[in-house]
């Protein structure tokens, strides 16, 4: 009896521990890398007026939601500056000029990247979003056409430059 009692508290303290493999990351297309440097390229031409993003109007949100009879302010007025004003805090966040902590941040930007996609799905996005690296480049380019130009202008002046004349030598005479 006593060995029963003691080996059935030893089972009590038995721990079950069940060992789940990790699971394997799933491929993605994009890395959050990408997809903070596609968020910061979509801001940056935003900011420099480089695109044009259309909002939702009132208009078109009442159309979805006819409660303009029932209400005597129209909900899709007050809906479409809370849309707005919600992309401006998602975009205060991602550039820093709002405190966040890190998650917040990156939960901002995720979440700045599906509006972008939903605007561009929308056709709401006019304009180009430009790589920073694409600008970088044509920087770059336009310096190097400056230099260019620059070296042409100089090997231009030396080829035509006026040739001075060589003066006539008098050769000694012989005296034979």
């Not at 070296?151 to 006539?168: D, M, N, W």
Request: charged letters at 35%.
């Amino acid at each position: 009896m006593e060995k029963d009692a003691k080996d059935a508290a030893e089972d009590k303290k038995i721990i079950k521990v069940r060992i789940q493999k990790n699971p394997e990351p799933a491929m993605t297309l994009f890395s959050q890398d990408d997809i903070t440097k596609f968020v910061k390229e979509f801001i940056s031409a935003w900011i420099r007026g480089d695109i044009t993003i259309r909002f939702p109007t009132a208009a078109e949100l009442s159309k979805k939601t006819p409660l303009s009879i029932a209400f005597p302010v129209d909900p899709s007025v007050n809906a479409e500056l809370k849309i707005k004003e919600h992309y401006v805090d998602l975009l205060s966040i991602c550039t820093g000029t709002k405190q966040a902590t890190a998650r917040e941040q990156e939960k901002a930007v995720a979440e700045v990247f599906r509006m972008l996609l939903m605007f561009r799905s929308a056709n709401r996005i006019e304009g180009k979003i430009l790589s920073s690296d694409l600008e970088k480049r044509i920087t770059q380019l336009e310096k190097t056409a400056e230099s260019t130009s620059k070296l042409v202008e100089q090997i231009t002046a030396f080829l035509f430059k006026e040739k001075k004349k060589p003066r006539k030598q008098v050769l000694p005479s012989k005296k034979g």
